[in-house]
């Protein structure tokens, strides 16, 4: 490939042309009038204005972006996540229109977007699932007798759904009615299908994926996992690899079972296979997402592979240029995603004006990110300004970084995760490796959250009279050496 179009904006649509610009391909950016001065724009070979800010009228508008492509002499349009990265009809237009998606094909994208589909896809090999119903169902007194037979508490799912749209938990039958409604109508209001399907609730899982490799030659790979416990609405903000309680031979059977998911949907390219991993140690398929994923970061440094250069030369039809045994993980990476959201408001997005960012930097520090000094946080997207992301040779190290590089990351004019990764950093049952998707419900609570405050109030006070206590003690000490002949040989 010699040009290739990211159908993205922000930090990934930075993140995919770094790669490409290291391997001598020349990118183009699209974007909205919302992001016409965004990094991406000005990074890029050459941009186009696809349309006001609202996705609908710009990011989203795979025929245009096919058009300007087109015109461009473009190879490979890449897709990022989110908008139209799991559109199976955008992938098929991209291909029938003779450039490359970047991306696994369109039986994949269509299998594994229903989560039905994908239960049915993989139920001949020995995967475990979650107890539940591999159709949809849409008769309120049908899921009565189904959440009867799977006991309470259960779970009512999206089939088409993701980020937490369109899913119930239903502690009580008298409340299972209302809860399907209210699914139905979200997943239809998300996703244009309102079909639900319903699963026992695991009450307090592990959230464990495996990202996995495939070409067009039939080989496939598995790259280890991710941890993904720390969680808000249902979506990921802390991350991190490997996991702390994933024994070696878990970690090769859960391999396995994802290269099998993959393989069941003729995959190609960069995927991931999401498991919920209980009490005993017992893991459940959850669903495929079938693109880069946001925390791909932690994968990338532990085992030195860069994803996005597998994903391009995977589309140019190269083989992997490594097997499942050449594969091996070193040290541990953690990644708090950046939100513009305020954490002690219920994680509620705030907007407003960056009046300082200024990014933390280092050896073990990596700062994925879309946005500057001075820019608006538009009102359109998802509020992540960036993937605060660091590497220690030990899991404690790697953690420490994280906290190091927490309080050098400035920003003001917005609120945003940082106090809540902060948080996380420095909570017990997170070092401890102790945790499930509970977290927050279970530690970020109001009381938590004001006797930190409280902490870190007593901390200040008593780190600015020892400060003072110092600087007098020094005062003092310049006096007395003044006086004393042995200054003037130098001693000290």
Known sequence: MKKILVANRGEIALRVMKTARRMGIKTVAVYSEADRHSPHVLFADEAVLLGPPPSAQSYLLGDKIIKAALELGVDGIHPGYGFLSENAGFCKAVKAAGITFIGPGIEAIETMGSKLAAKEAVKNYDIPMVPGTDQAVTNPKEAIEIARGIGLPILIKASAGGGGKGMRVVDKMEDLEEQMQRAISEAESAFGDGSVFIEKYITSPRHIEIQVLADQHGNTVHLFERECS??????????????????????????????????????????????????????????????????????????????????????????????????????????????????????????????????????????????????????????????????????????????????????????????????????????????????VQNYFTKEAIEAAQKDESEIAGVFAAWLMQERNAKLTMNVKREKSPWVNRNFK
């Open 230 to 439: 720390i969680q808000r609405r249902h979506q990921k903000v802390v991350e991190e690899a490997p996991s702390a309680v994933l024994t070696p031979e878990l970690r090769e059977r859960m391999g396995k079972s994802a290269t099998q998911v993959a393989e069941a949907c003729n995959y190609e390219g960069a995927g991931t296979v999401e498991f919920l991993l209980d009490e005993n140690n017992e893991y459940y398929f959850l669903e495929m997402n079938t693109r880069l994923q946001v925390e791909h970061p932690v994968t990338e440094w532990i085992t030195g592979v860069d994803l996005v250069e597998m994903q391009i030369r995977v589309a140019s039809g190269e083989p992997l240029p490594f097997r499942q045994e050449d594969l091996t993980i070193k040290g541990h990476a953690v990644e708090l995603r950046v939100y513009a959201e305020n954490p002690y408001n219920d994680f509620l997005p705030d907007i407003g004006n960056l009046k300082t960012y200024r990014p933390p930097s280092g050896e073990n520090i990596r700062v994925d990110d879309g946005f500057r000094e001075g820019m608006d946080i538009p009102i359109y997207y998802d509020p992540m300004l960036s993937k605060l992301i660091t590497y220690g040779a030990t899991r404690a190290e790697a953690i420490q970084e994280m906290k190091k590089a927490i309080d050098q990351y400035e920003i003001e004019g917005v609120a945003t995760t940082l106090p809540f990764g902060k948080f996380v950093m420095e909570h017990e049952a997170f070092l401890s490796g102790n945790i499930t998707t509970k977290f």
